[in-house]
């Protein structure tokens, strides 16, 4: 009686015991000894690294930033340079752009847009803005009015990038980069596909009078 318990007892032993996946290959005893392999359960294959690694590429494509009517107006309060800028121009406002972002590390510029009704030339050295349109100015916080290349040199070392202007302290480089600057400025509003400065000033001059006679600019 004992001896057929331990024998029962020894077998379900060795049933649990028993691996439930075959093993990838075995012998094979009614075959002479020979080994009979068996093939290894299928698996999908993982994505590789690089399919992984595109689609994430792809997703953070960069995308330049597009700025709030609400950041353009905050200014810092301690600011070293004002940036005199037409908010109007496409190209101009890609450099604005990417000097604001750097701003946000320095607080040491104030972007002005000319083109705001807003604008007051007493506010900026007297700088009207037919006088700023004409070219880029800056102006430093102790007054002092800087334009040209030079003005581009000044906002460049405030947000820490002065070596990419650095050049231009020198002759005759600083004069070279002002006359390129100079055809620049000439041409913009033509190159950007706007009519020229004579009738954006008489839309102005238009707009303006509009606005003394109605609360419709004020809204």
């Not at 032993?13 to 359960?41: A, D, E």
């Not at 700088?127 to 070219?135: A, K, P």
């Not at 050049?167 to 620049?184: C, R």
């Not at 102005?204 to 609360?215: A, I, L, M, T």
Request: proline content about 7%; glycine content about 6%; some cysteine.
């Amino acid at each position: 009686m004992a001896l057929r318990f331990a024998a029962a007892a020894s077998a379900s032993v060795s049933r649990i015991s028993r691996p439930q996946n075959p093993p990838f290959f075995s012998l094979q005893h009614r075959n002479n000894g020979t080994l009979k392999f068996h093939s290894p359960p299928f698996h999908h294959p993982l994505p590789t690294p690089s399919k992984r690694c595109n689609v994430r590429a792809i997703s953070e494509v960069a995308v330049e930033p597009e700025i709030s009517k609400k950041e353009q107006n905050e200014s810092p309060k301690d600011w070293k340079i004002k940036m005199l800028y037409d908010g109007d121009c496409p190209l101009c406002m890609r450099e604005v752009n990417m000097l604001r972002e750097r701003n946000k590390s320095y607080g040491t510029i104030k972007f002005v847009d000319i083109g705001s009704d807003e604008y007051s030339p007493e506010e900026n050295q007297g700088l009207d803005y037919e006088t700023v349109m004409g070219r880029i100015h800056a102006i430093l916080s102790d007054g002092t009015v800087a334009t040209d290349v030079e003005a581009f040199r000044r906002l460049y070392e405030h947000v820490g990038l002065g070596w990419v202007y650095a050049i231009t302290k020198y002759e005759p480089i600083a004069k070279i980069a002002d006359s390129l600057y100079g055809v620049w400025a000439k041409y913009r509003l033509q190159i950007t596909g706007r009519p020229p400065i004579e009738e954006i000033l008489e839309a102005r001059k238009n707009k303006g009078e509009v606005c003394k006679d109605s609360d419709a600019c004020k809204m």
